[in-house]
């Protein structure tokens, strides 16, 4: 078993673009780390550094404590799984399977009981004799995974591997991958676009922009503690909803737009830099499932729009509504807004009674679940104690986040 550590790994190319920034990231034995991002942020640049196949510009990578910087591909002891499997179509599941084993010599009778033993554990002994184009794309996925295991890597990486898949193959198999790692308790990249993939599979997730580290956490301080807007905005689905509001000279209340909402004593105790805000522009979030159903409101502090669609989804609705004069917060990148420009609000309710669009609701605000931002950097107020949500250490936050 063994670590990975990436201390302020960079990769520049010839031409001066920075793929990756001083990259600091740490795997623990046994850990399966989720590496998640916008396209072009940079997560494969790192996971192929790691495996050997992207040279390192400046900074350390150790595996197990050592340096590995300067070792070849083969010497490093982890294996990679890729997006498109990678499987040669002449030659049948046993022999994709054992190909890194037949070209380290290993005696035959060895190799086909290790092949033997991997293909049981991953539902594959049926298939054996098959070759790839007679199987399923999860079998095939598995069989790439086989290939990477017979090896006994100390560290295994996995490269968007799911993305083949239709959706609900894809949530079989993530299923079937966690368990999997669990098994062998190896420490373990794994690099996705997929923020719900991110959040279902990892111990912890590491979120990238531009070649930076925003934030590391578990998946749940993740959602409920962003370090800064952008993973606000990227984490959930729907994301947060993030305005520009203005808080009063008492800090006692926040207007958005035209509308004032209380700010809660928890919010208050929790913050204590608030007070330099008091008069000041900053950014407000609030998750969508802490907007409460029109027919549930009347107690609660509450935001008036007007209802633009109803997204029904069977046990819930996302209800999309204008805020009335509010200003919405984009933070900009590559991959362009991570918010909605449009003023609207999305709620997320339960599915009865139904929202109608094309009339006017006032929807209740859980104003306890409010977060701050700072507005020129982005950054997350920090709080001193967790309401109902879980502190965040949140290394490595980026601090140059666009205003608009």
Same mark, same amino acid.
């Given at each position: 078993m063994a670590t990975v550590e990436l201390d302020k790994l960079t990769k520049r190319y010839d031409d001066g673009t920075r793929a990756v920034s001083e990259l600091?990231?740490?795997?623990?034995?046994?850990?399966?780390?989720?590496?998640?991002?916008?396209?072009?942020?940079?997560? %494969?640049? !790192?996971?192929? $550094?790691?495996?050997? /196949?992207? *040279?390192?510009?400046?900074?350390?990578?150790?595996?197990?404590? &050592?340096?590995?910087?300067d070792v070849a591909p083969k010497d490093r002891d982890v294996a990679m799984v890729f997006q498109d499997y990678a499987l040669y179509p002449q030659m %049948?599941? !046993?022999?994709? $399977?054992?190909?890194? /084993?037949? *070209?380290?010599?290993?005696?035959?009778?060895?190799?086909?009981? &290790?092949?033997?033993?991997?293909?049981?554990?991953l539902g594959l002994a049926e298939v054996l004799n098959r070759k790839p184009a007679q199987l399923s794309?999860?079998?095939?996925?598995?069989?790439? $995974?086989?290939?990477? /295991?017979? *090896?006994?890597?100390?560290?295994?990486?996995m490269d968007e591997p799911l993305s083949n898949l239709d959706a609900k193959l894809r949530v079989h198999t993530r299923a079937e991958v966690m368990a999997i790692q669990r098994r062998l308790?190896?420490?373990?990249?794994?690099?996705?676009?997929?923020q719900v993939e991110a959040m279902t599979m990892g111990d912890r997730v590491?979120?990238?922009?531009?070649?930076?580290?925003?934030?590391?956490?578990?998946?749940?301080?993740?959602?409920?503690r962003p370090a800064n807007?952008?993973?606000?905005?990227?984490?959930?689905s729907p994301p947060m909803n993030l305005y520009r509001g203005r808080l009063a000279d008492d800090g006692l209340s926040v207007m958005l737009g035209e509308q004032v909402l209380p700010v809660a004593g928890e919010v208050q105790a929790a913050l204590p830099g608030l007070p330099e805000y008091y008069g000041r522009e900053l950014i407000v979030g609030l998750r969508p499932e802490h907007l409460v159903h029109p027919a549930g409101s009347s107690d609660l502090p509450g935001l008036?729009?007007?209802?633009?669609?109803?997204?029904?989804?069977?046990?819930?609705?996302?209800?999309?509504?204008?805020?009335?004069?509010?200003?919405?917060?984009?933070?900009?990148?590559?991959?362009?807004?991570t918010n909605l420009s449009t003023g609207e609000a999305v709620a997320r309710l339960a599915a009865r009674p139904p929202v109608h669009a094309g009339g006017s609701a006032r929807f209740g605000v859980e104003v306890d679940q409010l977060q701050f931002f700072d507005g020129d950097s982005g950054l997350a107020l920090a709080p001193t104690l967790s309401l109902r949500r879980t502190p965040s250490l949140a290394p490595g936050i980026a601090h140059d986040l666009k205003r608009h």
């Open positions: 600091e990231l740490k795997v623990a034995d046994r850990e399966l780390l989720v590496v998640v991002g916008p396209s072009g942020c940079g997560k %494969t640049t !790192a996971l192929r $550094m790691v495996a050997g /196949l992207e *040279r390192i510009t400046s900074g350390t990578l150790r595996i197990d404590g &050592r340096d590995v910087n %049948t599941v !046993a022999q994709n $399977m054992g190909f890194a /084993l037949r *070209r380290r010599r290993m005696d035959k009778a060895a190799m086909r009981k &290790r092949v033997g033993e991997v293909a049981e554990m794309g999860g079998q095939r996925q598995r069989v790439a $995974m086989g290939r990477a /295991l017979v *090896r006994e890597p100390a560290v295994f990486l308790g190896v420490a373990t990249m794994y690099v996705t676009h997929d590491a979120v990238l922009r531009d070649g930076k580290l925003q934030q590391c956490d578990a998946p749940a301080t993740l959602y409920d807007v952008f993973v606000a905005g990227f984490i959930g008036v729009g007007d209802v633009k669609v109803v997204e029904m989804l069977g046990s819930e609705q996302l209800v999309h509504f204008g805020v009335a004069g509010a200003r919405p917060f984009a933070a900009t990148g590559e991959d362009g807004p």
